[in-house]
């Protein structure tokens, strides 16, 4: 059962089954990827596009293809040598299923009884379904109300629409009831497919849905482990600021928002933050600080949708349902880890003692009880962090408070402006070698690239401010939408107002200040259709292409980060390429297939997408990762870091090296004696052509392809450390007597853009990027050349035995594996950071010192060894991807 080097989410709907999957296999084999990561594939509601609503865990979904479907995608996916890795659902499951009409016909003396976490009083179930004076009518053996329907008689009593049901249930959404996998009947009941695919080896891995909602998580994950032999397994957990996955979850990390909202914070300018919190409280009127927003937004929806909950948690703790609203509002993660029966861990214990301190007195019994009380009291607690977390915060504040609303987002902080390099650098030391990492999901408030062009007003708060007033002053509408309605019209651009006007309806209700789900406002919301409409008819698209050149730098050093960091890297649907998607549904529609560029950003970013990938599967899993430095005046611009390979010195410690500065010559390596070409897949279809004569054609024009260098080195991989490590066991790279760090991939990013002044009207381009063409990246000129390179660059000579710079790499590697002589790096990397600010003057004379050895940038086909100026590696691209061309 292979780990993935890499992973491509694909949606599945009733469009878009397995058949359609396995159509583009070779697309998705060309890519670079290794797994293909599929959402629910167990049977579901008919007409669901997402699939979290299982009605039926003993089959493979019929719209999508069945069981025959499954293993036909599945063989012609291996033969592609793809593997797959599937999204599970053991959390919850829609409420039209067989096993609970049983329940609701027999009641507890159900054989399904235990299947579902019931609250049964007097015997009955509350389902909470009516919503007008219409009376439910007896068909036969069934009791009918609108769509509804139940066995009549039955062990369940109807109530209002608005009431909490008598279950636990999935966040507030009473048509997904709460599953009973603690129970061993109920887990394997549940899992039967799952683990006859894995068993079969269909399926590699395992995304597990929702595990804060789980009665006992860690138990859960050891019984799948132990089940499924040990199979790549990460779990959507949410983690907030500091926090981390407990070491003792049988699971090889999450799926990833926490590296989102790390590598998002690279691209923010800190400097930013007063300013746009100004000109955001003064439009909004909220308050400048996001807490007290946070904490009445939890306090609100407790109020609005958790009074069952809320009720149920104080008849377990015998304690006043006021003081359970205060504790859950002042909890600040989705789950403490206490365990039933054993000590609360001391972080555990903190967390909810820090929280109460911030509740009035009553609480201090409440506390007691969910961190020593009954296993109804610990468990009932754990369960109901994590919906009032989403709903509250996901679903509330983020709507309420958003002054740069790119960090407004999954497990983000939008009061958190920014991500220091050595923040970044130490948590990357940190990771667990097989844990996800992402950049857009099914589930992001908003996709990476809308993303990027909103980190670019961090650096423009003046600029930005001045333009939203414009626009202000010829259309408006609701002062708490508004200035959130710019920010998204301006990054999701171009967009229609039908799209426009689904994402603020969406906005207002989730936000609850005007309207909500709950209560709707018909001439609130046609005012707003109006407002959205007359918006999109504003040359919104003038502003956008000013700051596209910025976000595009942003795009590609985010994507460049992301794939070439610590874990397995996941492309969601469609984002090899552009996507200006906005919270679902907008990010779920259909993509087409193959993703053809369009524009210089598209074809730049499936340039960089293809290429990291298929460095990642030469490069194999968890190569150990090494910070390196930059120097020079715009070094606070550069983050870098290295990849490398386990190898075993002579005296058994785990040391690497890259002898930084022993080398000083440059080579741009780009005329016919760049040596390129060989090795390349004939048969890929994603390949840069090389010019007659001139070097290679690198990413220009409409038809140029996907790249340079690819498969020259595909015997270089090596597979990762073997991590069969028992539950609770260390997840670093192994560093044992006799193993050590061969530093063979050095991985970097560098921020910046290429010297020289800017040009272009009003554009801001930097000359080192030259002419950006929809066609591509560079203008040509009949050599072949870029005729965009920076003059006096120096790419293809020589670099001075004096340049600034050099490359500290006595680091640590691998979550604190010390590092020193003997290390070969097979990989650099190289993207802006902050570039607006570099536009105008460039790199200056700040310089990167590369580990002994040649390197061929894979995105233009140059050759350097040494110290090299930034303003030459990034002279075609904001970013740069070199690989080792030596060994």
Request: charged share 25%; glycine share 12%; hydrophobic share 35%.
């Amino acid at each position: 059962m292979s780990r993935p080097v890499s992973t491509y989410r694909l949606q599945l709907t009733p469009d878009f089954g397995f058949a359609q999957v396995a159509e583009i296999a070779g697309y998705l084999r060309d890519l670079g990827v290794s797994h293909v990561y599929l959402s629910p594939i167990l049977q579901a509601t008919p007409e669901s596009r997402h699939g979290y609503d299982v009605t039926d865990h003993s089959r493979i979904r019929e719209e999508f293809g069945g069981a025959t479907g499954f293993r036909e995608m599945a063989q012609q996916l291996a033969a592609h040598d793809l593997g797959i890795v599937v999204d599970i659902v053991p959390n919850h499951m829609n409420t039209v299923n067989a096993q609970f009409w049983s329940v609701l016909k027999d009641g507890p003396a159900s054989p399904y009884a235990k299947w579902f976490d019931i609250d049964w009083r007097d015997g009955k179930v509350a389902l909470p379904v009516l919503g007008d004076d219409t009376e439910p009518v007896v068909d036969g053996d069934v009791l009918r109300y609108h769509e509804h329907a139940y066995p009549h008689p039955g062990h369940y009593r109807l109530v209002d629409w608005r009431e909490g049901p008598g279950y636990r249930r999935f966040f507030d959404v009473s048509s997904l009831i709460g599953l009973r996998v603690e129970d061993p009947s109920v887990f394997f009941a549940t899992h039967e497919v799952i683990f006859w695919l894995l068993d079969e080896g269909l399926v590699d891995g395992l995304r597990v849905d929702h595990p804060d909602g789980l009665a006992d998580p860690r138990g859960y994950l050891q019984r799948l482990r132990e089940r499924t032999g040990g199979a790549w397994t990460v779990v959507e957990k949410i983690l907030i600021g500091s926090e981390r996955l407990p070491r003792d979850w049988a699971c090889d990390g999450t799926s990833g928002y926490e590296v989102l909202n790390r590598v998002n914070g690279l691209f923010v300018d800190p400097a930013g933050k007063e300013p746009l919190i100004r000109l955001s409280s003064d439009m909004t009127g909220q308050p400048a600080e996001y807490r007290p927003v946070m904490e009445q937004s939890k306090a609100d929806v407790l109020d609005l949708f958790f009074g069952a909950e809320i009720d149920r948690l104080a008849r377990a703790t015998s304690c006043d349902p006021v003081a359970v609203r205060e504790l859950l509002a002042a909890m600040p993660v989705y789950r403490a880890y206490v365990v039933p029966g054993e000590p609360p861990p001391p972080e555990s214990a903190e967390i909810v003692e820090l929280a109460a301190e911030s509740c009035s007195p009553a609480v201090r019994p409440l506390v007691r009880e969910v961190l020593h009380g009954s296993p109804e009291a610990v468990v009932r607690f754990q369960q109901s962090c994590g919906p009032v977390m989403a709903k509250g915060v996901e679903d509330t504040a983020l709507y309420r408070w958003f002054p740069l609303a790119c960090l407004n987002e999954v497990g983000g902080e939008p009061d958190a402006f920014g991500t220091s390099v050595a923040d970044f650098h130490a948590f990357c030391q940190e990771m667990p070698p097989y844990s996800m990492t992402t950049l857009s999901t099914h589930d992001t408030k908003r996709s990476e690239d809308v993303r990027a062009r909103l980190s670019v007003l961090s650096e423009i708060p003046g600029e930005w401010a001045a333009q939203v007033e414009e626009w202000s002053a010829q259309v408006s509408f609701d002062p708490h939408l508004d200035y959130l309605a710019w920010q998204n019209l301006m990054a999701a651009w171009p967009i229609s107002a039908e799209r426009f006007t689904d994402y603020l309806l969406k906005a207002a209700r989730e936000a609850k200040t005007a309207i909500s789900w709950v209560h709707p406002d018909p001439s609130y919301e046609r005012r707003l259709r109006s407002f959205a409409e007359a918006a999109v008819r504003l040359p919104i698209g003038g502003f956008t292409e000013r700051i596209d050149p910025y976000a595009m730098s942003n795009s590609l050093g985010a994507k460049l980060v992301q794939l070439m960091m610590p874990g397995v890297p996941d492309v969601y649907q469609g984002n090899e390429t552009t996507d200006f998607s906005l919270v679902d549904p907008d990010n779920r529609r259909p993509v087409t297939y193959p993703c053809k560029p369009e524009t210089s950003w598209d074809s730049a970013k499936l340039l960089v997408t293809t290429q990291a990938l298929r460095l990642r599967r030469r490069l194999g899993g968890a190569a150990p990762y090494l910070p390196l430095q930059a120097e020079g005046e715009r070094a606070d611009h550069v983050i870098a870091f290295a990849r490398t390979d386990p190898v075993a010195p002579s005296d058994g410690r785990a040391v690497a090296s890259a002898d930084a500065g022993a080398a000083e010559g440059a080579e741009g390596g780009r005329g016919e004696d760049s040596d390129l070409g060989a090795g390349r897949g004939a048969d890929s279809g994603l390949e840069s052509r090389h010019g007659e004569g001139s070097g290679l054609e690198s990413g220009r024009g409409a038809d140029s392809g996907l790249g340079t260098g690819h498969a020259a080195h595909s015997g270089l991989g090596t597979s990762g450390p073997r991590d069969d490590r028992d539950v609770g066991a260390d997840t670093r790279p192994e560093t044992s007597s006799g193993t050590a760090i061969r530093a063979d991939a050095v991985v970097g990013t560098v921020a910046g853009w290429g010297a020289g002044p800017s040009t272009g009207p009003g554009m801001g381009i930097p000359a080192g990027w030259g002419e950006v063409t929809s066609a591509g990246w560079g203008g040509e000129d009949p050599a072949g050349s870029s005729a965009g390179m920076s003059a006096g660059s120096g790419v293809g000579t020589p670099t001075s035995a004096g340049a600034e710079g050099s490359v500290d790499v006595d680091a640590e590697v691998g979550g604190g594996v010390e590092v020193g002589a003997g290390v070969r790096a097979r990989a650099v990397v190289v993207a802006t950071r902050l570039p607006v600010r570099l536009a105008a003057t460039g790199w200056g004379a700040t310089t990167l010192t590369l580990p002994p050895g040649t390197w061929r940038d894979l995105l233009t086909g140059g050759l350097y060894t040494g110290r090299i100026p930034l303003g030459h590696l990034l002279g075609q691209y904001p970013v740069s991807l070199l690989e080792r061309h030596d060994l």
